[in-house]
């Protein structure tokens, strides 16, 4: 059978779409963005602990005593983990994706339960919408809209449309149709039908779908995350990519936090909306005796929110009086940057690591906000080459990165090499004696079990390895190249050589694993790998003119080896998540390079 490139088509109309209506995707983007940022400022104003309380008043309304207490309890356990931030930034974004999902999802709803046309149209593509891996819709997100909160919130309001839909429309279909009938009969017109009977009476299974919308919007983050969405879905994305046990465990139960009280909140709501629910709370809270009365004790909605107000005034008095509790930064000649935003990406790569947060340090030094976002390779280009990020350094050119400067070099700006020349291998523990060179691996795939164990799938190294150096040594049959993250090769590195096994796993020069552990780089006679490359700084197109001083430091900017392998071993050394402050107590004993920028 001839092989149908349909992804070829897909790839023809996306590139129509981006050429033709970009101006439409940026008042989209424009429109998501003002709407996200005025949610989450919102959110952020009141002290943490002022807004749980009001948090914590709204569920007492809803659901009684004990659940305002234990929501209390959950969002200050938010706080006391330093993921208050975090966690508003994912609210905003679900708040967001909701309130734009049911103003598609309800109306089409209610057109499909009006029509069984429309019902029969609309089956196949909410189908189709739900059923496609939720990270697909990433990728034309990315290139339409760039990386930030912006893709996370489409591919989020796409996937968690369905459920709306359905909902609304079995909701409606469910009403007792004799109701109906009767007021029609009554002269009811159409429209008063829906508004004043089948809406009311549909409003629970309406209600389940709107917390479905929520729910899947959660399931999202941290998927929305790995494109630069930020909030706890970033910082499960960044635990991910540095296998940090610690990190992803108190971002995965302030998600869980959230998701519970949000799941409790929508419905309580839709009991308290719907008649039906109404008549059913009005019987327990009769039938409610002792203990059990106490605990499901609710206030009168005026009481409640007189209660929310005030906390919201005492909030804002203490933001308004409280003053700035920003750190001083430098002044006078010092402050050269002048509080401006810098925004860096990077790859979470051992040096890609070390040089963001070097210049991060450098550039905060200099009066500069930088803010440092985690991505994939092809994100980072893609935020790099459409102007969401200014600059990165972690590009590995001419050889490993080819075939993103191929698609994105002319919308770049290449700021020079400050490192090289680097080489790629495959390596293996030194205790390996009969294997030296990569023609060695050929007939050994059961010793290793016929995994090499690789990085990040988007990593150029990755694809010459699969694409060139396993075909040019006859290893592409015995061998499988184990996709994962540079962490996870780490760890599984780890592992085997503390216990002897046979391991051969995807690395680089220069890399502080090879003075960490005793390793042989596999020889390449055939030349595979390509020769070594140089790793430049890339800017966005127009940043040396937007920032010439920047652009300047960043052109100038060397390391040695023994400095880059020091200042990674030193963030190793400190630990997860202190990147920062590993480079403050490395440049203490390197003021040269701070005299650079």
């Known amino acids: 059978m001839p092989r149908l490139h349909l992804g070829n088509w897909v790839d023809s109309g996306v590139d129509f779409l981006q050429s033709h209506l970009s101006w439409l995707f940026e008042a989209i983007s424009s429109l ?10 919102v959110l952020s104003a009141p002290a943490p602990l ?30 006391s983990l330093g993921l208050w931030e975090d966690a508003m930034s994912t609210l905003s974004l679900v708040l967001v994706a909701t309130l734009v999902t049911l103003a598609f999802a309800i109306p089409l709803g209610i057109w499909a339960s009006r029509s069984d046309r429309v019902s029969a149209l609309l089956r196949p593509v909410l189908d189709f919408m739900q059923t496609m891996p939720a990270m697909v819709y990433l990728i034309p997100g990315i290139i339409f809209f760039g990386v930030g909160v912006v893709p996370g919130i489409i591919a989020t309001i796409i996937f968690s449309l369905p459920p709306g839909v359905r909902m609304t429309e079995l909701g409606i279909r469910q009403v007792d149709g004799e109701l109906v009938e009767a007021a029609e009969a009554f002269g009811t017109s159409p429209r008063d039908t829906l508004v004043r009977v ?13 917390n479905q919308v929520i729910m899947l919007g959660l399931s999202m983050v941290v998927i929305a995350g790995m494109v630069g969405g930020g909030g706890l879905g970033g910082a499960v994305y960044k635990a991910i990519g540095n296998v940090d046990i610690g990190l992803g465990f108190e ?6 936090i959230l998701a519970m009280y949000l799941d409790r909140m929508t419905g309580a ?7 039906i629910g109404r008549r059913t709370l009005a019987k327990a809270r009769a039938a409610a005796t002792g203990a059990a009365k106490l605990w499901n004790h609710r206030p009168q909605p005026a009481y409640a929110i007189s209660g929310a107000v005030v906390l919201a005034l005492v909030a804002g008095g203490l933001n308004t009086f409280g003053g700035s509790t920003a750190e001083d930064g430098p002044t006078g000649a010092a402050n050269i940057g002048k509080g401006r935003t810098l925004s860096v990406g990077y790859i979470p790569w051992d040096e890609g690591i070390a040089s963001t947060f070097l210049w991060k340090e450098l550039l905060e030094r200099r009066g500069y906000k930088v803010d440092a976002r985690q991505l994939e390779a092809g994100a980072l280009y893609t935020g790099l080459a459409g102007g969401q990020l200014d600059f990165q350094t972690d590009s590995w050119l001419p050889v490993t990165h080819a075939k993103y400067w191929e698609k994105y070099g002319s919308k770049l700006e290449d700021l020079g090499s400050w490192y090289g020349p680097t080489s790629l291998e495959l390596s293996v523990p030194s205790y390996m004696k009969d294997v030296r060179s990569l023609a060695d691996l050929k007939g050994k795939g059961d010793q290793f ?37 540079t962490p996870g090769m780490l760890a599984e590195l780890k592992r085997s050589y503390e216990k002897k096994e046979p391991v051969a796993a995807v690395l680089w020069s220069p890399h502080w694993a090879y003075s960490s ?28 003119q937007d920032e010439p001083k ?27 998540g202190k990147e920062q402050q590993a480079v403050r107590a490395w440049l203490q004993d390197h003021p040269e390079i701070d005299k650079l920028a």
């Open 32 to 41: 998501v963005n003002g709407l996200y940022d005025g949610i989450d400022a």
């Open 517 to 544: 552990y005793e390793l042989t780089k596999l020889e390449d006679p055939k030349g595979a790998w390509g020769k070594g490359d140089g790793i430049h700084s890339l800017a966005r197109k127009g940043f040396a």
């Open 449 to 485: 079990k016929g995994r090499i164990i690789g990085i990040e799938p988007s990593a150029g190294e990755m694809s010459i390895l699969k694409d060139k150096v396993l075909k040019d040594y006859g290893l592409d049959g015995e061998y499988k190249v184990v996709d994962g993250s």
């Open 251 to 256: 971002a995965g139960v302030s998600i869980v």
């Open 550 to 576: 920047v652009a300047e430091w960043l052109k100038s900017f060397k390391l040695t080896e023994e400095q880059l392998t020091g200042l990674e071993a030193k963030i190793q050394e400190t630990g997860k």
């Open 269 to 275: 709501l839709g009991r308290h909306v719907s008649p």
């Open 50 to 79: 002022l807004f749980a309380g009001i948090l914590a008043v709204g569920a007492w309304w809803l659901r009684g005593l004990l659940a305002g207490l234990l929501a209390f309890a959950g969002f200050a356990l938010v706080d």
């Open 198 to 210: 089948q809406l009311p009476l549909a409003l629970p299974t309406v209600m389940a779908g709107v």
